[in-house]
């Protein structure tokens, strides 16, 4: 199995082909969790994730018979683009196997660095079965996203890195996927330093590694923000490692995903992806468990897709009450529209859009539904707005499903 040495040896590979990327503190974060927060920003490799390390160490251990054969990955991504990247600096032919539902942006981003790329099922397990065929098929090479000695070693060095730039570091949060950079993380970590704690993050959609560790039966599917670590199958190499060194693992749910992506961008002003921003959005699930400590994060990657991360932004500005959506009964005459546009601006209310209903049965024939939503500073000032408009008569109604102003 891989041993610090192995690491080390990955560490002089990737020199001077895979960035060094910063650790820096991360004083908002820290700010919003209680803990002293580090953050690794893996997301400014070129291919804007961690997973350029583990696949420059792969391809770099290729002999020239096996370079000429080419290779194949199954990926719904960022191992992906790391192993296209590395294959065409390399001259190696590269085929990569993506699950159907792979967002746009990371497809678009593999073709671009001169890989074929195969969409294929809907999972990364139906994506590794159809990567195996082509793969028998055509002779290439097999390039696995994490069940690889070389693809965990590539990985471990993340952590060296970490804690030679802060040795303080009580804690690594770290998201678990198959498993390949939990595992060589930790490898490195706790033979550098063995008193550190090592805390997975899974999906709670995907808690496959949960499940076998804890024998558990959870069901393992759905639509996830963190499609990189949305994996049902973990590594036979990587699940030992796990079990020896990991002290827990943190399921988090789709709206702490969001918030912490939304936290990455607003109060870091960084990009952070689903899988990327899992380590935070633990610390935001279990926050009684990092209170107080040195925490490091893995930033562990950066290919969202910009219209789900415009979403993710206003659906935060919604749970933080600054966009409200009211439903208003009204009378249906000239100037009442005016009226309510009037009042909202006393208030300081921004509308943001207004719709008329007037065909709805539960008003009379002479009424009307508005629907208006408007920007507000806090959940305060849109209470204070609410009553207003009930006091005006309007009864107004949160349309919001599961919002509540109290």
């Given at each position: 199995?891989?041993?610090l040495?192995?690491?080390?040896?990955?560490?002089?590979?990737?020199?001077g082909?895979?960035?060094?990327?910063?650790?820096?503190?991360?004083?908002p974060?820290?700010?919003?969790?209680?803990?002293?927060?580090?953050?690794?920003?893996?997301?400014?490799?070129?291919?804007?994730?961690?997973?350029?390390?583990?696949?420059?160490?792969?391809?770099?251990?290729?002999?020239?018979?096996?370079?000429?054969?080419?290779?194949?990955?199954?990926?719904?991504?960022?191992?992906?683009q790391a192993?296209?990247?590395?294959?065409?600096?390399?001259?190696?032919?590269?085929?990569?196997?993506?699950?159907?539902?792979?967002?746009?942006?990371?497809?678009?981003a593999?073709?671009?660095?001169?890989?074929?790329?195969?969409?294929?099922?809907?999972t990364?397990?139906?994506?590794?079965a159809r990567a195996?065929?082509?793969?028998?098929?055509?002779?290439?090479?097999?390039?696995h996203?994490?069940d690889?000695?070389?693809?965990?070693?590539?990985?471990g060095?993340?952590?060296?890195?970490?804690?030679?730039?802060?040795?303080?570091l009580?804690?690594?949060?770290?998201?678990?996927g198959?498993?390949g950079?939990?595992?060589?993380?930790?490898?490195a970590?706790?033979?550098?330093?063995?008193?550190?704690?090592?805390?997975?993050?899974?999906?709670?959609?995907?808690?496959?590694?949960?499940?076998?560790?804890?024998?558990?039966?959870?069901?393992?599917?759905?639509?996830?923000?963190?499609?990189?670590?949305?994996?049902?199958?973990v590594?036979k190499l990587t699940?030992?490692?796990?079990?020896?060194?990991v002290?827990?693992?943190v399921?988090?749910?789709?709206?702490?995903?969001?918030?912490?992506?939304n936290a990455?961008?607003?109060?870091?002003?960084?990009m952070?992806e689903?899988?990327g921003?899992?380590?935070?959005?633990?610390m935001?699930?279990?926050?009684?468990?990092?209170?107080?400590?040195?925490?490091?994060?893995?930033?562990?990657?950066?290919?969202?897709?910009?219209?789900i991360?415009?979403?993710?932004?206003?659906?935060?500005?919604?749970?933080?009450?600054?966009?409200?959506?009211?439903?208003?009964?009204?009378?249906?005459?000239?100037?009442?529209?005016?009226?309510?546009?009037?009042?909202?601006?006393?208030?300081?209310?921004?509308?943001?859009?207004?719709?008329?209903h007037?065909?709805?049965l539960?008003?009379p024939?002479?009424?009307?539904?508005?629907d208006?939503?408007?920007?507000?500073?806090d959940?305060?000032?849109?209470?204070e707005?609410?009553?207003?408009?009930?006091a005006?008569?309007?009864?107004?109604?949160?349309?919001?499903?599961?919002?509540?102003?109290?």
């Amino acid at each position: 199995m891989v041993k610090l040495a192995d690491i080390e040896a990955a560490r002089r590979v990737i020199a001077g082909h895979v960035l060094r990327t910063p650790l820096l503190a991360a004083p908002p974060l820290s700010a919003l969790t209680g803990a002293e927060v580090f953050v690794k920003y893996e997301n400014l490799q070129v291919t804007n994730s961690f997973k350029e390390r583990g696949a420059c160490v792969k391809l770099d251990s290729l002999t020239a018979t096996e370079r000429s054969r080419g290779v194949i990955a199954m990926s719904a991504g960022n191992h992906a683009q790391a192993v296209a990247y590395h294959a065409r600096r390399l001259g190696i032919p590269a085929t990569i196997v993506m699950p159907v539902t792979t967002p746009f942006v990371k497809i678009k981003a593999t073709e671009a660095l001169g890989a074929t790329v195969v969409l294929d099922g809907e999972t990364i397990t139906e994506a590794q079965a159809r990567a195996e065929t082509i793969a028998a098929a055509r002779d290439l090479v097999w390039v696995h996203p994490y069940d690889d000695p070389r693809i965990i070693a590539g990985q471990g060095t993340i952590a060296l890195e970490m804690l030679e730039e802060a040795s303080g570091l009580e804690g690594l949060v770290i998201p678990i996927g198959g498993g390949g950079l939990i595992a060589g993380c930790a490898i490195a970590a706790r033979a550098t330093k063995p008193s550190i704690e090592i805390v997975g993050v899974e999906s709670a959609l995907y808690p496959s590694m949960w499940n076998a560790i804890h024998r558990g039966s959870m069901p393992c599917g759905g639509a996830t923000l963190a499609e990189g670590i949305a994996v049902k199958n973990v590594g036979k190499l990587t699940l030992p490692v796990v079990r020896e060194f990991v002290s827990d693992i943190v399921l988090v749910d789709e709206p702490q995903i969001e918030r912490a992506v939304n936290a990455f961008l607003t109060l870091q002003k960084t990009m952070a992806e689903g899988a990327g921003a899992a380590g935070l959005a633990a610390m935001l699930a279990e926050p009684d468990h990092f209170r107080g400590r040195k925490i490091g994060l893995i930033l562990c990657g950066g290919n969202i897709d910009p219209r789900i991360l415009a979403s993710i932004m206003v659906r935060e500005l919604e749970r933080d009450h600054r966009i409200v959506s009211f439903r208003l009964t009204i009378p249906d005459r000239p100037g009442v529209l005016g009226l309510i546009a009037s009042r909202l601006g006393e208030f300081g209310a921004n509308i943001l859009s207004v719709e008329h209903h007037r065909l709805f049965l539960d008003v009379p024939a002479k009424g009307a539904k508005l629907d208006v939503t408007i920007e507000t500073r806090d959940a305060a000032h849109a209470k204070e707005i609410f009553s207003a408009l009930a006091a005006d008569g309007y009864q107004p109604v949160r349309m919001q499903s599961g919002a509540t102003l109290d």
